[in-house]
C-alpha cells in the first residue's frame, strides 16, 4: 500500500508538450513500472489530437479525464496559467492533482484554495517536488536516484533536504514507502497534518518522517494532529533554520518568521510535546529510525 497514489496509478500531465513537461515526464514515464510509467495522456489547450511522448493530447482535461481516467495530474504549467490549470484539474474531479511550478501568484492561490473547500481533490503544491512511490511511480521532478521501496513515510517542505535524507536512510536499508514534498509556498494544498493522516491509514508505512523548516504554521498543524490522539507510528522530524534571521526570508517564499512566529524553537517544543521525535541532522534522522 502507499498513501496518496497507488502504486499502479494512471497519470496525466498538464503542460506535456513544453520543455519542462516533456523533459520530465520522459524521466518520469521511464521510471514507473508498465510500459509508459503510468502516464495516460497529456493537456495543452490548441494541441489536441497529436500525440507526444507515445502519449495523447487533449485540448481540456475534461476530455482527457473521460477518455482515459486519470488517478492523478501533475501540472508543469507556467505560473501565470498555473491556477487555472489546478483549477480545471480541481473541476474535472480528478482525486490527486501535483504542482510542480513556482512562483504561482498568491491572489490566484487563493482561488484555487477556495475551490478545494468543496472538492474532493487533493492538492499537492505549488512549488512542490511532487510524489515519489519508489520503484513504482514518480510525479514531478523528484530525485530518484537513491529511493528504495520501504516502510518509511516521509513528508517535506525541502526538495534538497529530502534528497539528502532519503539518501542517508536508504544507504542505512531504510525504504521509503510514500515521498510527498507539499511545496514550499506558503498558500498550496496538503499539508504536514494530512499527510500524517495517510500515513496513519497506510499499512505499508511503518513510521513517518517530517522535513520541515522556519515559517509558516505546518508544523504546529502537525502537532496539533499528533496531540489530539494517540498517533499509533513513530514520527521523527528535521527542522532546519535554526540560525536564521528573523524577518528574512530564507529560500522558500513560505519560510520566513515574522516577530516570533513560526520559530524553530516554537515548533520544536510543540512537536516535542506531541510525542515526535526530533532529529538534528539527516544521520540523526537514520539513528532515531534505527533504534
Do not use: W
Request: glycine share 14%; net charge negative.
Amino acid at each position: 500500500m502507499t498513501a496518496l497514489i497507488s502504486s499502479d496509478a494512471r497519470i496525466l500531465v498538464q503542460g506535456l508538450t513544453g520543455n519542462a513537461g516533456t523533459f520530465y515526464t520522459r524521466l518520469a514515464m521511464a521510471y514507473g513500472t508498465g510500459d509508459t510509467g503510468g502516464y495516460v495522456a497529456g493537456v495543452t489547450p490548441g494541441k489536441g489530437g497529436i500525440d507526444h511522448l507515445g502519449l495523447p493530447v487533449f485540448d481540456t482535461v475534461r476530455e482527457a479525464t473521460q477518455a482515459t481516467r486519470p488517478d492523478a495530474s501533475v501540472i508543469m504549467a507556467p505560473a501565470p496559467v498555473a491556477a487555472d490549470a489546478m483549477l480545471e484539474a480541481i473541476e474535472a474531479g480528478i482525486p490527486t492533482v501535483v504542482c510542480v511550478t513556482e512562483r504561482v501568484p498568491v491572489l490566484d492561490m487563493v482561488r484555487v484554495r477556495d475551490a478545494l473547500r468543496d472538492s474532493d481533490t487533493a492538492l499537492v503544491g505549488p512549488n512542490s517536488q511532487g510524489i515519489l512511490v519508489p520503484g513504482a511511480r514518480k510525479l514531478g521532478v523528484m530525485s530518484t536516484a537513491d529511493a528504495i521501496p520501504g516502510g518509511i513515510g516521509i513528508a517535506a517542505r525541502s526538495a534538497s533536504l529530502t534528497s539528502e535524507v532519503v539518501a542517508r536512510l536508504s544507504a542505512a536499508g531504510l525504504g521509503q514507502s510514500t515521498t510527498i514534498g507539499i511545496g514550499g509556498d506558503p498558500i498550496h494544498g496538503i499539508g504536514f497534518a494530512h499527510c500524517l493522516a495517510l500515513f496513519r491509514d497506510d499499512p505499508g508505512t511503518e513510521a513517518v518522517v517530517l522535513i520541515g523548516e522556519l515559517g509558516g504554521v505546518e508544523e504546529e498543524e502537525a502537532a496539533d494532529f499528533l496531540a489530539a490522539e494517540p498517533y499509533g507510528k513513530p514520527v521523527i522530524a528535521l527542522l532546519v533554520g535554526r540560525h536564521a534571521p528573523e524577518d528574512r526570508r530564507m529560500g522558500h517564499a513560505g519560510t520566513v518568521s515574522v516577530l516570533g512566529s513560526g520559530s524553530i524553537a516554537q515548533k520544536t517544543a510543540l512537536l516535542e510535546l506531541a510525542g515526535v521525535r526530533m532529529a538534528a541532522t539527516p544521520d540523526d534522522v537514520v539513528r532515531a529510525l534505527a533504534s
